[in-house]
Structures are given as C-alpha cells and as structure tokens.
C-alpha cells in the first residue's frame, strides 16, 4: 500500500510541474512583445487616418482645372500619402515580426511541457510497473482492515484519474501547438507579402518623383509651358488618331463573334488590387461609379464632345483614375504579346509621338487580349507568362494622357496585330515608326462586358 501512495504522490507532483509551473520571464517577454504590437497598432490607425485626409485633398484638387500648379500639387500629395503608407506597411512589418517572436516563445513553451509531461508519465509507469508486483485484488483481500482497502483502492482511482488528465492535457496542448505553428506559417506568408508591398510602394514614390521632376523639366515650372504641353499632346492625339483609324479601317483581318467569351461571364478581373478597387468604391460620390471609371467605351458624352480627342469614333477603352505609381494587375492569366513605350518616338522635325506611352498587350488564349497603357513601368517583358493578379507594371500619365490613369483595352485576338503605322502605309506624322497594338474596328470590344 505504501508503494502505490508514493507512486501517486510523485506522479502527481510532476504531473503538476510539467504543465502549471509558471515561466515568469517568458511572460515578461510576452507581455513587453504585446505592448509593441499594440503601440504599432495605435501608430497604423494614425496613419490610415491621415492617409485617408490625403485622398480628400487628392480629390479635392482633381475636380478643379487642369493648370501646372494643381498637377504639381497633386503629385506633391501623393507622394506624402506614399510616404504615409511605406510607414504604414513598416509597421505592419514590425508587427508581423512580433507576431513571430511571440509565437515563437508560445511554441518553445508549449513544446517544453509536452517533453515534460511525456516525461512524467513514462517515468510513473516504469515506476508502477517496477515496484507493484502485487495486483490490486491481491491487496484488497489481504488488507488489515476495510479502512486499508478502501484507501488501496481510492488510490488507484486517484492515480487512473490523474494519468487520464494528464493525457488528455497533453493532447489539448499538442493541438494549440499545432494552431500556434499554423498561426506562426500565416504571418511568415503575410510578412513575405507586406515586403513586397514596401517595395512596390517605394517604386511608386520613385516614379512619381520622375514624373514630377520631367513635368517640371519640360514646363520650366511656367504655366503658359505647360498649357502648350498640354495643347501639344492633343494636337499629337487627334494626327495619331486620324493616322490610326485609317490605318484600322484597311485592315483585312475578320473577327469572328462565336470565338469570343461570351459577355457576362466575368472572365477578367479589375487590373488593379482588391484593395485599390475596394477604396473606388468608398468614392463613389467622386466617380459617380464604384470603380474609378472616369472615361467609359464607346461613343461616351466625352467622346461624342470632343472629336478632335477621338476622331468621332469613340473610346477604344475604359480609363481608371490611378495615382501615379499604382501597381497595374494582369486582368487574367495569358502571355506578353509585346510590350512599347510610344514617348521614345520623334519623327524627323522632333515631334513627339505622344500615343499609348508605355503599354503592354497580353494574349490569353481565350480569344482575347488586353491593353494597359500610359503606365509610368514595364515590369514584363515580350514571351513572358503572366497569372491573373500579377504585376506587370505601375501605372502613370504616359503618352497622350493628361492625368494620372490606366488605359484597359480589351481586343478580339484575330482582329489585333502589332506593328508601327509606317510599316503599314508609309506613314509620316509623329507616330510613323511607334510600334504599338493597331486592331480593325470590329475587334475593340468593351472590357465592362467582360469584367
């Protein structure tokens, strides 16, 4: 009898050591790991704060008229929201690292008392198992008195009881270090992604900075430059367009309708982030639509009142209201047809070619391809394969464009070829030797159908 108290006596107690005994400078750790997360918790709602009165001030300047000044201002804007939203990711960053050092701590703790308590039960049962020879009937049919019996056999129970706790605390600490290790893979994955966000912001300051400074390069920061900057780009436009549209009507390629995605079925997805398409729609009071449209397909108002723009034909595209900067998503999974930049381009008296800037066209196989132009980088290049959500590039105000904003084409594959005007019909203007996407009228197709 006495063997099996002692036994029980010592199992119990390391029973107890092994999952209650407190570890009190790791939770000073702990606790001092929480406390920076939730400083940097309290800094990132600041700074969303600000970033959000950034945009107010973004649009605010947007909706007044287009002088240097105002551009000027708006780059300045965004650059500072930019910068709101590198220490926002860095924070994050931070975060993300305590995350994973606070895990980590759980994770050692938790690994220490399953060795512990694994420990403590082997050693019981080779204890039991050891020094009990006697079976429990045999001891409770020798006992001295009932009172020896009924103490033989409530230890029994107590020890049967203490082991089966003991189990199923192992088991209920086995299953939160496996929530821990999944928790501690999921902030890794998140902490990899904030990294590539930081630098994907970082590169949207550079180019903003590069815009701002051509701008004021080209303008000698005076207003009447820039105005002729301005009146240039739509004089070049509207000889590019007469050029193209030319250039478009002869060609003899057929497009066939039953070889395309049927219209509805959303086979293409916004070419910007969740994230970016989620705030146009908090600014619906500004678009007047919940995806930053600002210029629609087709015979739109615009289009209709200003032919010198697009020759009475239309807008061949969909235009999105994007700082400069703005990292530019594939719409679907495809290849790179090619990829140009019409800003390099000067006919023989230095005129500039000012058309698509630098774009890129990507094919997909499904009958379509897809536009996206006056971007401020090309991060793809011509062969390569894409995925859908993949950056290809940061958008900007390129070519023709006035204001920062993605041109998204869509184009009936069979109808759309890449090649320059010059090489077509001799042609002369700015644009001659620009190599860029031409299609025949029936192949623009409007990318709302297919969004």
Not at 370 to 381: F, G, K, N
């Amino acid at each position: 009898m006495k063997r099996l108290g002692v036994s029980l006596f010592f199992f119990l107690l390391l029973a107890g050591f092994s999952l209650g005994n407190p570890r009190f400078a790791k939770a000073d750790a702990a606790a001092d790991i929480q406390a920076k997360i939730d400083a940097n918790k309290q800094q990132i709602d600041s700074l969303e704060a600000e970033i959000a009165a950034f945009q107010k001030q973004l649009d605010a300047a947007s909706a007044k008229k287009n002088t240097l000044q105002s551009t000027i201002r708006s780059l300045s804007l965004s650059q500072q929201q930019l910068a709101a939203q590198i220490k926002v990711t860095q924070n994050k960053i931070a975060s993300a690292n305590l995350q994973i050092q606070q895990l980590s701590l759980s994770i050692g703790d938790k690994e220490a008392a399953i060795s512990a308590d694994q420990a403590a039960i082997a050693a019981q049962l080779r204890a039991i198992t050891e020094s009990e020879q006697t079976p429990l009937i045999i001891q409770l049919i020798s006992a001295n008195s009932l009172g020896d019996a009924w103490k033989a056999a409530d230890e029994a129970v107590q020890f049967n009881q203490a082991l089966g706790n003991n189990i199923d605390d192992l088991r209920t600490v086995r299953t939160a270090l496996g929530a821990d290790r999944d928790k501690a893979t999921a902030t890794k994955t998140s902490l990899l992604a904030l990294q590539n966000d930081l630098t994907l912001q970082k590169r949207s300051v550079d180019a903003n900075k590069a815009t701002q400074q051509k701008l004021l390069s080209q303008t000698k920061n005076q207003e009447a430059n820039y105005q002729k900057l301005i009146a240039q780009k739509k004089a070049s436009e509207k000889s590019f367009e007469d050029e193209l549209i030319n250039l478009q009507s002869q060609l003899n390629l057929v497009v066939h309708p039953d070889l395309l995605p049927k219209v509805g079925t959303g086979v293409l997805s916004w070419p910007f982030s969740h994230s970016f398409m989620s705030a146009c729609a908090g600014r619906k009071s500004v678009f007047g639509n919940l995806f930053c449209v600002t210029q629609y397909f087709g015979n739109t108002p615009f289009a209709t009142k200003n032919p010198q723009v697009y020759n009475g034909h239309g807008h061949n595209g969909i235009d999105i209201a994007a700082p400069i900067g703005t990292p530019v998503e594939a719409a679907l999974s495809g290849t790179v047809l090619a990829t140009g930049d019409t800003d390099l381009v000067h006919d023989s008296r230095g005129r500039q070619c000012y058309s698509f800037g630098k774009w890129v066209m990507l094919v997909h196989g499904n009958g379509i391809n897809t536009l996206y132009a006056h971007l401020s980088e090309i991060d793809v290049s011509k062969g390569q394969s894409v995925s859908t959500g993949q950056v290809i590039g940061l958008s900007g105000m390129t070519g023709y464009a006035t204001g920062p904003h993605l041109h998204f084409g869509v184009y009936a594959s069979e109808g759309t070829e890449i090649m320059t005007l010059r090489q077509f019909r001799g042609a002369t203007i700015g644009c001659a030797d620009a190599t860029m996407p031409v299609a025949t009228l029936t192949a623009y197709l409007n990318p709302l159908s297919y969004l």
